[in-house]
């Protein structure tokens, strides 16, 4: 280290100059900027909020695809969504069953499920749902006595449907999707 004062080196230790007498400048380097812990918190807030933003597209998005509406689908038993059907009315389900009859209007096919009252018995008629979709040729050929199972929405009303023993009034559920 040399004197800012004669200019001569002297050691590092000095705390005077031994040739000129005069103090030792010592340039204190400045010390390294505090972090703000208001900065911290506020990236910390903004990353959680980009978290949420991606958790919720990802959702939405896996939503939209088949695989995800599918898992998006509640089952509900036949007597719960009879009884209270204008409480399920536009919710998403899924409902399995026997198909007892059908009837195509174009490209609509109505459909009559005779729901499951015991899937470990394959015991059907749990009750009867009007499901209806459009035909698409990727589609499956449904006929009578097939199982199915339909994802979709259910509707705000019941279905009608007549048969030899009158007329009756049941659960309705549009389709999104079908499979046997």
């Known amino acids: 280290m040399y004197c800012v004062n004669c200019g001569r080196?002297?050691?590092?230790?000095?705390?005077?100059?031994?040739?000129?007498?005069?103090?030792?400048?010592?340039?204190?380097p400045p010390a390294p900027p505090k972090k703000s812990r208001k900065k911290l918190l506020i990236g910390l807030i903004i990353l959680a909020l980009l978290i949420a933003l991606g958790l919720f597209l990802w959702n939405g998005l896996d939503e939209k695809s088949e695989e995800?509406?599918?898992?998006h689908c509640r089952e509900v038993a036949y007597e719960e969504l009879s009884d209270h059907y204008e409480d399920y009315a536009g919710k998403d389900l899924v409902v399995t069953g026997q198909v007892a009859d059908l009837t195509r209007e174009g490209g609509e096919v109505i459909l009559l499920v005779d729901t499951y009252l015991d899937k470990d018995y394959d015991i059907y008629y749990g009750g009867t749902v009007v499901v209806t979709y459009d035909r698409e040729e990727q589609e499956p050929d449904v006929g009578k006595g097939d199982i199915v199972t339909a994802w979709g929405q259910a509707e705000s009303r019941k279905g009608k449907y007549t048969s030899d023993r009158g007329g009756y009034e049941v659960p309705a559920i549009r389709a999104k999707y079908i499979a046997k």
């Open 9 to 28: 080196e002297i050691a590092e230790e000095s705390s005077f100059c031994p040739y000129c007498g005069k103090p030792v400048e010592r340039k204190i």
């Open 68 to 71: 995800g509406y599918k898992k």
